[in-house]
């Protein structure tokens, strides 16, 4: 089970931080990534992190401003939100699969219920 939370509103300009904390397995070993969906939109990708951490991929939109990482003793994954616009106003999701590839296709095989992010202009 992957639950989000950090969500909120907040400011064009300002910060929020992203947590998605799992359970009932071990997630130490699956790559994970997030992913948001503004209203009458497809799902978006948003970053993605190796099982170890060492390695990071971003969307276009948010390369610079964004930044994932994550705790394995934790079993945490976390997505720093920088320099937030409106346009990232979404529901944000994480999702997690032993298959890198499968997260930053949008194909993962667990996923959270989501945490909506709102960015006021």
């Known amino acids: 089970q992957l639950v989000e939370s950090g969500g909120g509103l907040v400011q064009a300009g300002g910060s929020l931080r992203l947590s998605c904390a799992a359970s009932g397995r071990t997630f130490s070993r699956y790559a994970m990534g997030w992913f948001r969906q503004a209203p009458g939109k497809e799902r978006e990708f948003v970053a993605a992190v190796t099982w170890s951490g060492y390695s990071t991929f971003y969307g276009d939109p948010v390369k610079g401003r964004f930044t994932i990482f994550r705790d394995n003793a934790k079993n945490t994954v976390y997505l720093q939100m920088n320099s937030l616009n409106p346009e990232d106003t979404a529901v944000y999701y994480c999702?997690?699969?032993?298959?890198?590839?499968?997260?930053?296709?949008?194909?993962?095989?667990?996923w959270g219920q989501g945490t909506q992010v709102t960015v006021s202009s």
């Open positions: 999702a997690a699969d032993p298959n890198l590839n499968k997260v930053v296709a949008t194909s993962a095989t667990y």
